[in-house]
């Protein structure tokens, strides 16, 4: 499966932003696709996902009440709506496909399959 980030850009603190994750060449019902963030410096995060048996979203603490993931089948794509941007949410977003377990969502090494990566900057 072939993953295509898009929707990153430049915004203000408070304000937001919706990154898109269309997916290709596979079947969209048996991946679940997550979303992952990194910052300079920093390790690859895991920010949030559905899973693809249970459609339970699942969330970083950091994130939660202030992102919210969404997927549409028909256009096989995975939404990540991103309200109340703060600085610390400066990052690259990617999206990446796996098959992982419901233990292993937030492990970035349960995903074989990568998008290029959206770059997100919050400004304050």
């Known amino acids: 499966v072939q993953l295509q980030a898009s929707g990153g850009g430049l915004v203000q603190a408070g304000g937001s932003l919706r990154l898109s994750c269309a997916a290709s060449?596979?079947?969209?019902?048996?991946?679940?696709i997550a979303w992952f963030r990194q910052a300079p410096g920093k390790e690859r995060e895991f920010v949030a996902t559905?899973?693809?048996?249970?459609?339970?979203?699942y969330y970083t603490d950091s994130v939660k009440g202030r992102f919210t993931v969404s997927k549409n089948i028909r256009e096989n794509t995975v939404y990540l709506q991103m309200n109340s941007l703060k600085p610390e949410d400066t990052a690259v977003y990617y999206c990446?496909?796996?098959?992982?377990?419901?233990?292993?969502?937030?492990?970035?090494?349960?995903?074989?399959?990568w998008g290029q990566g959206t770059l997100v900057t919050v400004s304050s």
């Open positions: 060449g596979g079947t969209f019902r048996s991946y679940t």
């Open positions: 990446a496909a796996g098959r992982p377990i419901l233990s292993s969502l937030s492990d970035v090494n349960a995903y074989n399959h």
């Open positions: 559905i899973n693809r048996n249970n459609n339970n979203a």
